[in-house]
């Protein structure tokens, strides 16, 4: 029997992996391969699940994908998660590939040790991400990381750089991200810089995740030789998800908003300038603004940059617009929907996601609940009160 083909996509926190995968996805769709993916967020909140079934190539009811929350699979009951979603799966879909999207706290070496000895599949690519505008402003062009990575190590100490360093060292294709926002001679020095990490793989800059599929499924099979002593002298130590055993240190912690009020957009606008400082790692989530009631949006940053990308029109926004040209069964199952969120504004809401440092996520967390509106302001802007916006307004869909 041939194993089927798996792709991994790893890399820390905000290095593109979800629209890196969305883009995959999108090429095996138009050249007819059958897939199958299984998402992990360390987070409890689904975000990058929601992102991929948005897609509407993979879903819950065709077998063909699986979100683990709430768990990472670098640890024992993640990796036994992922064992009995795939045994799960592939009695109900045999897919041509599958891709494996993992948490940014997730180190790669506990799912190539499971995908090492598994009889149906076969690992064919590691990918890992790396944000090079994070790496070039924190790490000094990169220059700074394999000499944080060794200091770790002679101390004997377990830290975000470890990871970052892992990440790189265990991979098979090397990918730069967000090279659109940094000049060619920078994004080469910042891959010169981190080369050494792993020479013998290729690396390739990136943007919006255009990565070529018909490339990547021709090069060879991963090999597990060439990381055989990095496994040995890391298996011992990977036993835990990286990110708990990082917030031992005090180093990441995650916190989960949860409100169905919108933003005041100048109070978001002040709070992202203002009190989002280095240690917020990753932040993302579904919001909405109350000059722009219909449309369901994505807050989505990482490190210094932010991106708002419209997902959506809500299904209350869409019932309340005269010309929907709604069918009397489309306008009842979208009220059902609605009916099923309990919500007073239906079913908008904001939920967010903040992962950083436990001193600047306390702060920034409470910032951004004091930027949802006050009971004062909802009667206000119910009775046609117009708020401040500064954030833009031609919002497109990213595709």
Not at 2 to 8: A, D, K, L
Not at 14 to 21: D, F, I, P, V, Y
Not at 246 to 253: F, L, P, T
Not at 298 to 314: D, R, T
């Amino acid at each position: 029997m041939n194993r089927i083909p798996v792709i991994i996509i790893n890399g820390f926190l905000g290095a593109g992996k979800t629209t890196l995968m969305k883009n995959l996805l999108t090429q095996a769709n138009r050249n007819h391969l059958a897939v199958s993916v299984i998402v992990n967020d360390m987070s409890d909140l689904d975000v990058d699940g929601v992102l991929i079934a948005n897609t509407e190539i993979v879903n819950i009811a065709n077998n063909n994908f699986v979100s683990i929350t709430s768990d990472s699979i670098s640890s024992q009951s993640g990796i036994k998660t992922v064992d009995k979603a795939i045994k799960n799966m592939l009695r109900h879909y045999l897919p041509d590939v599958i891709f494996v999207e993992t948490s940014g706290g997730s180190h790669p070496l506990p799912l190539i040790k499971y995908l090492q000895t598994h009889e149906r599949l076969q690992l064919k690519s590691l990918l890992s991400l790396v944000d090079i505008v994070m790496l070039n402003d924190d790490y000094n062009g990169g220059k700074a990381l394999i000499p944080a990575f060794q200091e770790n190590l002679f101390y004997g100490k377990r830290r975000i750089e470890n990871l970052l360093a892992e990440q790189i060292m265990f991979c098979s294709t090397l990918l730069l991200t967000k090279k659109d926002r940094l000049s060619f001679d920078i994004v080469t020095d910042v891959a010169k810089a981190i080369h050494p990490l792993n020479p013998y793989v290729n690396v390739i800059a990136v943007s919006w995740g255009n990565l070529k599929l018909a490339e990547l499924l021709t090069l060879p099979d991963y090999d597990f030789n060439r990381v055989g002593l990095l496994i040995r002298e890391l298996e011992d130590t990977i036993t835990v998800e990286e990110a708990k055993i990082s917030a031992q240190n005090g180093e990441i912690i995650s916190r989960v908003i949860k409100d169905d009020r919108p933003f005041h957009p100048q109070r978001l606008w002040e709070t992202y300038h203002y009190f989002m400082g280095m240690g917020i790692y990753r932040s993302k989530g579904f919001f909405w603004l109350p000059g722009r009631p219909d449309m369901a949006l994505l807050w989505n940053q990482a490190a210094g940059s932010i991106n708002l990308e419209f997902i959506s029109y809500w299904n209350s926004g869409v019932l309340a617009d005269p010309d929907n040209h709604l069918t009397h069964e489309e306008r009842s199952v979208l009220q059902k929907k609605v009916n099923k969120t309990m919500g007073r504004f239906g079913d908008r809401r904001c939920h967010l996601t903040i992962i950083g440092r436990s001193d600047e996520v306390h702060d920034f967390t409470s910032a951004l609940i004091n930027c949802f509106l006050s009971e004062e302001e909802i009667v206000w802007w119910q009775s046609g009160g117009v708020f401040a916006d500064p954030w833009p307004v031609n919002i497109s869909r990213l595709n």
